[in-house]
């Protein structure tokens, strides 16, 4: 199965655990012709999230030594400012386009839009991320019980200090016994809702962007791009009409799909049929990936039974023709 060659459309340099020497045992372990290689960056990214500065000159730096022809992306965040210069870094630096795309941001706004009119300009492809809003429990900063949580801090980071009399022993012990009731009272009585923004997560703005901006390959990727296509597998064995990602993959053809990390593997395990008739149908706009997940795709792939010229287009060629 490993002589098919493949081009790894999703990677990334310094991305859980994947150093330059991981990336050449992964190049060697699935026969990888050619990788391309991203970055993140994300403008004041929410504290809360996961958030890794993946940078452009990281991915130079990598370049050199590894085993394969590497392709370099680079997906700045509009928002950080300074966007036609960035455009120009991709451009002299030899790099094929720009990815990943991963911003807390609608598609319907100005500072994409003008991004997205220059790389349109360019013709250079992108590679973006879509991903829901969530909702998490945070501690409201109440002033009055935060001053006494960080005095208490204090006085039992001095009790500490000092040698161990039994007075001051009982005064620390009754003091964490404070720090403790107040750290509950804001927990259980004081805390909200968070509402964290999600990436690029309406698909009715990713429809207006493709209609606007025809010269730029769309290549999408993500869990809210593949929960779509998983509740179609749910109910359907082939491809639905109404299915809003679906439609989108029929309406464009400057869409595509990419195969990695766990929202794509996910998705076309679900239904082994309806995943072996959706590559049949939308087998020239398929990218395989693995965005530093080793979850067995290729594997997967195989199993569906799919004939040569099939595997070839998802495996290698649709990646090679963007290039």
């Keep these: 199965m490993n002589d098919i060659p493949k081009i790894d459309s999703h990677l990334h340099i310094n991305f859980r655990g994947y150093d330059i020497s991981k990336i050449n045992s992964l190049i060697k372990k699935n026969n990888l012709k050619k990788i391309w290689l991203h970055t993140w960056e994300e403008f004041c990214p929410n504290p809360d999230s996961y958030y890794l500065d993946l940078r452009p000159d990281d991915i130079l730096k990598a370049k050199e030594n590894i085993d394969t022809k590497v392709h370099c992306f680079y997906a700045p965040d509009p928002y950080a400012g300074n966007i ?86 009982k005064i620390s012990y009754l003091n964490r016994k404070i720090m403790s009731l107040i750290f509950n009272i804001q927990n259980n009585l004081f805390s909200k809702s968070i509402v964290i923004p999600g990436y690029l997560d309406d698909i009715e703005g990713l ?38 990602i679906v439609k989108l993959l029929k309406k464009h053809d400057n869409l595509y799909a990419d195969l990695s990390a766990e929202s794509g593997y996910f998705a076309i395990s679900r239904n082994k049929q309806y995943s072996t008739n959706f590559i049949k149908t939308f087998q020239d706009k398929l990218l395989y990936g693995t965005d530093n997940f ?30």
């Design 84 to 169: 036609e210069k960035k455009i120009d870094y991709i451009i002299n630096n030899g790099f094929s386009g720009c990815g990943e795309l991963k911003i807390r941001s609608k598609w319907k706004n100005q500072a994409l839009e003008k991004f997205l009119d220059i790389i349109n300009y360019h013709k250079l492809p992108l590679l973006f991320h879509m991903e829901s809003s969530s909702v998490t429990k945070k501690e409201r900063e109440i002033f009055g019980l935060d001053y006494i949580l960080r005095k208490s801090h204090k006085i039992n980071y001095l009790m500490q200090c000092r040698k161990n009399f039994l007075l001051q022993n």
């Design 207 to 244: 429809d207006y962007c493709l209609s606007k901006f025809q010269n730029i390959k769309f290549i999408g990727h993500g869990p809210m791009f593949w929960k779509e296509i998983e509740k179609d597998a749910t109910t359907h064995t082939e491809p639905s009409e109404n299915n809003s």
């Design 294 to 323: 080793n979850l067995g795709l290729d594997k997967l792939i195989y199993s569906f039974g799919l004939i040569n010229e099939v595997i070839n287009k998802v495996f290698y060629k649709n990646a090679d023709d963007f290039l």
